[in-house]
């Protein structure tokens, strides 16, 4: 049986653990054989003498080991970090005319994928020790008789030209300078600037300094820089984030109109409602967290997404999760708590020329409360008032409660330790918010040495760790995968019950909003012009309310129960809206 063993060398800490304790305690090398040996002070395993017993596994005090017994019929990863490092097996196939989906955990291979199909990363075939990379011939054998071959051989032969939007947009700003204009008109190579500007609302901010836009501008003008290029081969990573839902569905149908008998286009997407409304077909990506991935074959995007939430592969018989991930087929129970903590009354508050109201509204101990509205519209600032940290100009707000707030961008300069950071949530809620979140191979870590979905783990225990009666997170799902979304979920659930506190939940991922919160707030008006806060309402009463000014609906899937965009003016969505029954069918 092929196995793989992973060594992680930053938890690898030979002084602490009595001095490569794993090396004392493998029976191999007990029996005079180097199986584990000392590898540039750390330790190293030699996967061909291993024998699986997993003894060093449980005796290394730091969970620095993997061993992993795979499947028989995967033979050599198409790349390897180093030795006992990653192994990623196959890859993605890219498919003129259609939208292609990754659909996978965070750690998984995703980005590396992307990059050795996008020509960023040479794959070195598991053969790490020469350091490496394989040549398109070299790529067309281990492809032999699979779509990918073709792929490769129309590299080879020049025919496919490709650009690439990276995960990170908040990046750009760090390395690009000037207006977005000026960096829009670098990557022009189709004289298409201002088209695309206006397909992507952002016209209105091409003289804008690129350092002073905001993360939903900073994701279009990303998504603008790609497809101003001239490719065959479009590939997006996560293109939905930072954007609200009215942008999102805007940005797929874009995104959609791109693919012809020419182009491809290729992504990784995290919002389960914008990768169904967007993709013809999904790879799924399953394995083991920063150990190794396996792209599976390619599949019809409704059989896709509803396999992953049930954790079985049935063309490939493979259970990746032990558990399915269920929804419910109807709005949540109703919230029972009438024990109001806040309210407000005929609120008013002018901020430079935007303009907000709060006709009247209380929240209740113990709801999960989710936000929906466009970005711009007044959600933080009217949460800022209830904190008591601005004044309104007119109305009452019920005493200022105290309040934790998670904001949406996080800041990550700093060189604190995640142990120093988290000390409190780590002596107090180890169990209820450390453990469930997976922080602990975190803790050695500084905050400027995390990924974007790591310090959106750390930020959200911060928050939730601290002493308040309102717990705010401003979108908690950024750049987290399906399910840490939802582990998230349960954890606010299960903590405001048990501390008899409640949460405002903004987020733009609408399957996120619907399994976690109790009740909805929902503001409408004009981004940056007006914004008014209705509610909170029902679950029902509020998507309706949502979703009516957006004109759309969702039905429920009839096998996993989760909720599915309408086609506009399909035979579901004329129903549905003529009942006014937007979600909850
Ligand atoms: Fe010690 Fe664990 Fe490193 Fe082995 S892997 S040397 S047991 S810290
Ligand atoms: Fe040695 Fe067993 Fe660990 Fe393999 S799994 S390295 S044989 S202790």
Excluded at 89 to 94: I, K, R
Excluded at 158 to 171: C, E, G, R, S, T
Aim: aromatic share 8%.
């Amino acid at each position: 049986m092929p196995r793989i063993a992973i060594v992680d060398r930053e938890k690898c800490n030979p002084t602490s653990c009595g001095n490569y304790l794993c090396m004392r305690v493998c029976p191999v090398n007990r029996k005079g054989e180097n199986c584990i040996y000392k590898n540039e002070g750390k330790a190293g395993i030699d996967e061909g003498l291993c024998i699986g017993c997993g003894i060093c596994v449980n005796k290394c005090p730091f969970e620095a080991i993997d061993i992993i017994n795979l499947p028989e019929e995967l033979e050599n990863p198409i790349h390897q970090y180093g030795r006992n490092g990653f192994h990623l097996y196959n890859l993605p196939t890219p498919i003129f005319g259609k939208v292609v989906g990754i659909l996978g955990r965070n750690g998984i291979g995703k980005s590396t994928a992307l990059k050795i199909l996008s020509g960023l990363l040479k794959p070195n075939l598991g053969d790490w020790k020469e350091n490496k990379e394989a040549s398109y011939d070299d790529l067309i054998e281990y492809f032999k008789g699979t779509e990918s071959q073709l792929f490769f051989e129309k590299l080879k032969q020049k025919k496919i030209n490709i650009a690439y939007k990276p995960q990170q947009v908040d990046l750009i700003p760090k390395a690009e300078k000037g207006t977005v204009k000026q960096l829009l008109e670098k990557v022009d190579e189709k004289g298409q600037l201002e088209a695309i500007a206006k397909k992507l609302d952002i016209e209105n901010i091409l003289e804008n300094d690129i350092k002073k836009i905001s993360g939903g501008e900073l994701q279009r003008v990303a998504i603008a820089a790609t497809v101003l290029k001239k490719a065959n081969l479009y590939i997006f990573d996560e293109p939905s984030s930072y954007l609200d839902i009215k942008q999102r569905i805007k940005i797929s149908r874009f995104i959609r109109s791109l693919a012809d008998k020419d182009t491809a286009i290729l992504l990784v997407e995290h919002d389960l409602i914008v990768l169904d409304y967007l993709t013809d077909l999904i790879h799924i990506m399953y394995g083991k967290e920063d150990a190794y991935g396996i792209v599976s074959t390619v599949k019809a995007t409704r059989t896709a997404i509803n396999s992953y939430l049930e954790g079985f592969l049935r063309e490939e018989n493979i259970r990746f999760r032990d558990h399915t991930i269920k929804f419910g087929s109807g709005p949540p129970l109703k919230s029972t708590s009438q024990n109001i903590i806040t309210g407000w009354k005929e609120i008013e508050k002018k901020l430079g020329n935007f303009k907000l109201k709060a006709p009247e509204g209380n929240i209740c101990r113990k709801d999960v409360i989710g936000i929906l509205g466009e970005n711009g519209i007044g959600k933080t600032s009217f949460i800022k008032m209830l904190a008591g940290e601005i004044e309104p100009d007119k109305g009452n707000i019920s005493e200022g409660i105290k309040v934790s707030y998670k904001p949406q961008y996080l800041k990550s300069e700093s060189d604190e330790l995640v142990a120093t950071v988290l000390k409190q949530a780590i002596d107090k809620y180890s169990k209820t918010i450390i453990n469930p979140l997976n922080i602990k191979p975190l803790i050695t870590k500084q905050l400027n040495q995390l990924s974007g979905g790591e310090l959106q783990r750390v930020s959200i225990a911060l928050c939730l760790s601290k002493e308040a009666d309102l717990y705010l997170l401003d979108e908690p799902s950024a750049y987290l995968d399906v399910e840490q979304r939802l582990v998230i979920s349960k954890i606010i659930k299960e903590l405001m019950e048990d501390k008899g506190k409640t949460a405002l939940i903004v987020d733009h991922d609408l399957l996120f909003i619907d399994y976690l919160s109790q009740k909805l707030l929902v503001f409408d008006g004009q981004p940056a012009v007006k914004g008014e806060a209705k509610g909170p309402f029902i679950m029902e009463k509020g998507m309706n309310v949502f979703l009516e000014d957006l004109n759309m609906t969702f039905r429920r899937d009839p096998e996993s129960n989760r909720p599915r965009a309408n086609k506009e003016e399909s035979v579901k969505d004329r129903e549905q809206k003529a009942e006014e029954k937007y979600y909850y069918v």
